[in-house]
């Protein structure tokens, strides 16, 4: 039986974003080896969009499905607030039909989404 979900982020700096993610978000973590660090996520979900693109990675010589990751929470401006109280600086927000959106800039130049949804979360749910 499926008892979890395992998120992949690819980075130019790895050993950066692995610090920003311990130290800046507070993340807990296993190192499975050399320094390799698994970080813990709060729960999630996984919503199913419409692509035209094949967005796709290869990976284990399949290709699979590409996936963004966005973090959410409850309060977006006390989020933002609190990351640049850490001299985190987030992109502007956005306001859609669906919540509030920003990026959160990782040492390497990757962004990771955060948002706080307006619709219904399936968090908790099973």
């Given at each position: 039986?499926?008892?979890?979900?395992?998120?992949?982020?690819?980075?130019?700096?790895?050993?950066?974003?692995?610090?920003?993610?311990?130290?800046?978000?507070?993340?807990?973590?296993?190192?499975?080896?050399?320094?390799?660090?698994?970080?813990?996520?709060?729960?999630?979900?996984?919503?199913?969009?419409?692509?035209?693109?094949?967005?796709?990675?290869?990976?284990?010589?399949?290709?699979?499905?590409?996936?963004i990751l966005y973090l959410m929470c409850d309060d977006l401006a006390a989020a933002i607030k609190s990351l640049e109280a850490r001299k985190v600086r987030c992109s502007g927000v956005m306001e859609a039909e669906w919540g509030?959106?920003?990026?959160?800039?990782?040492?390497?130049?990757?962004?990771?989404?955060?948002?706080?949804?307006?619709?219904?979360?399936?968090?908790?749910?099973?």
């Open positions: 039986m499926i008892t979890g979900a395992h998120f992949l982020l690819y980075s130019r700096d790895p050993e950066a974003d692995r610090a920003f993610l311990r130290d800046v978000l507070g993340f807990g973590s296993v190192d499975a080896g050399g320094g390799w660090l698994i970080f813990a996520l709060p729960p999630a979900e996984l919503a199913v969009h419409p692509d035209q693109t094949n967005f796709v990675h290869p990976h284990a010589e399949r290709p699979v499905m590409g996936a509030a959106k920003t990026t959160i800039p990782l040492p390497s130049g990757g962004e990771l989404g955060l948002y706080q949804p307006k619709h219904q979360t399936a968090i908790g749910r099973k």
